[in-house]
């Protein structure tokens, strides 16, 4: 069955670093990934999408890449804030049907 | 915009009763999707409708399950008889898929079956 995979331990990084998340897709041809952040009792928001046949997608201090020969897709938070603190999920989109992983919390310590 | 609207917020409800889930997406959308999520599995579609039309309905667990959109500014998901394996946080969110992926969620009825 088609996946979408993300580290599910939570990643604790330094204020000021750059968080790098991880999203790994198998059994699946997503036309795009999507990232979304989700906080605590709340629906997820949208953030960022990228195509297939984009290589990098950027907003403020929002990175984004999409590798379809390693089947992977990166996910930058630089100069991390506490209030970066969340769960990102990653959401895989196309005619292959509609996947998301179960997220990273993220937590950024000051 | 009021955003996706979704009643009740919290639902506890004994093993065996129906439960009635209601969703307002945002005005001009034409996607609406329902979604379950859980600490074990996570994220999950369960049904989607485009202009009212169920176009994947197999997330949707087992007949227990149905969900309907009579128009374009109401659904509904429906289950009968529940389970305590229901309980959980459903979440409506709505898109316009003419123009962009980007969907908009609801804030979630977190349902308790007992």
């Known amino acids: 069955s088609q996946k979408i995979e993300q580290n599910s331990e939570a990643l604790n990084i330094q204020e000021g670093k750059t968080a790098t998340l991880t999203c790994n897709y198998t059994n699946y041809s997503p036309a795009y990934l999507q990232w979304y952040r989700q906080d605590p009792g709340r629906g997820p928001v949208f953030l960022l999408l990228?195509?297939?046949?984009?290589k990098e997608k950027r907003k403020e201090r929002l990175k984004v890449t999409f590798d379809t020969t390693l089947k992977q897709s990166l996910f930058h938070i630089t100069a991390s804030q506490p209030a970066d603190s969340a769960t990102y999920l990653c959401r895989g989109g196309g005619a292959d049907g509609l996947t998301f992983g179960k997220g990273t919390h993220l937590i950024i310590q000051p | 915009d009021a955003g996706v609207i979704q009643s009740p917020r919290h639902e506890v409800t004994e093993m065996g009763q129906e439960v009635t889930l209601r969703c307002k997406p945002i005005s001009g959308h034409n996607s609406l999707f329902w979604y379950r999520q859980t600490m074990m599995r996570g994220l999950e579609l369960l049904i989607y409708f485009n202009n009212n039309v169920p176009i994947d309905d197999s997330g949707m667990p087992e007949d227990r399950f149905s969900a309907k959109m009579p128009n374009a500014s109401f659904s509904t998901l429906k289950i009968q008889p529940s389970e305590p394996r229901d309980s959980a946080v459903y979440f409506c969110?709505?898109?316009?898929?003419?123009?962009?992926?980007?969907?908009?969620f609801g804030p979630g009825t977190r349902l308790t079956v007992t």
């Open positions: 990228i195509r297939e046949n984009e």
């Open positions: 969110a709505s898109s316009d898929w003419t123009s962009s992926y980007e969907q908009y």
